[in-house]
């Protein structure tokens, strides 16, 4: 009896370039692991060289995809593709780091999303400028006059920056 295969090893079975056989009726197929819709029996392609739209989407000229199943959907034109903007090793990472900064110096554990209720934007950009920095000083092969790890400067931009466009977005950011 074959092993059952979750989608997530489907996922990376294409992120390693390989390419995978689905059942349209047991499984769903990686496309529909990041939003898009269930596969007849399809060899997918690499995720980097899929096309703007699933294999099997069927745009019609009434503005809508008709599939081979007979089912209907809107059109993914103009649709955010977030699968293509953000790598799930990088989302991986950043979530691994953030678990590190949840215990506090003091050893008592702080909620992950603690950071929403606002850091003023000026500790944010101080901190910002400090890992860019320290990045800076990697990326001349200066890594030794850095303060922290390249890995850890990265991460440490990447969450300052996303807690200032979380400001910019609810107009709090002056």
């Not at 910002?128 to 303060?147: C, F, P, Y």
Request: some cysteine; aromatic content about 6%; hydrophobic content about 30%.
């Amino acid at each position: 009896m074959p092993m059952k295969t979750t989608v997530s090893d489907r996922v990376e079975q294409l992120y390693r370039g390989e390419k995978i056989r689905m059942s349209r009726h047991s499984e769903q197929c990686a496309y529909s692991a990041i939003g898009c819709c269930t596969c007849t029996i399809y060899d997918l392609p690499v995720m980097e060289d899929r096309p703007e739209t699933h294999p099997l989407d069927g745009e019609t000229s009434k503005g809508y995809r008709e599939f081979s199943t007979g089912a209907s959907r809107d059109t993914a034109i103009g649709k955010l593709d977030v699968s293509r903007y953000i790598h799930p090793l990088v989302l991986k990472r950043f979530a691994e780091y953030m678990l590190e900064k949840q215990t506090m110096p003091d050893g008592t554990t702080r909620s992950g999303d603690n950071w929403q209720k606002g850091i003023p934007p000026q500790e944010l950009m101080s901190s910002l400028a400090r890992h860019n920095l320290d990045i800076w000083l990697h990326m001349k092969e200066e890594g030794g006059e850095s303060t922290e790890g390249l890995d850890a400067a990265l991460m440490g931009a990447l969450f300052n920056t996303m807690a200032l466009v979380l400001h910019l977005e609810r107009g709090t950011l002056k």
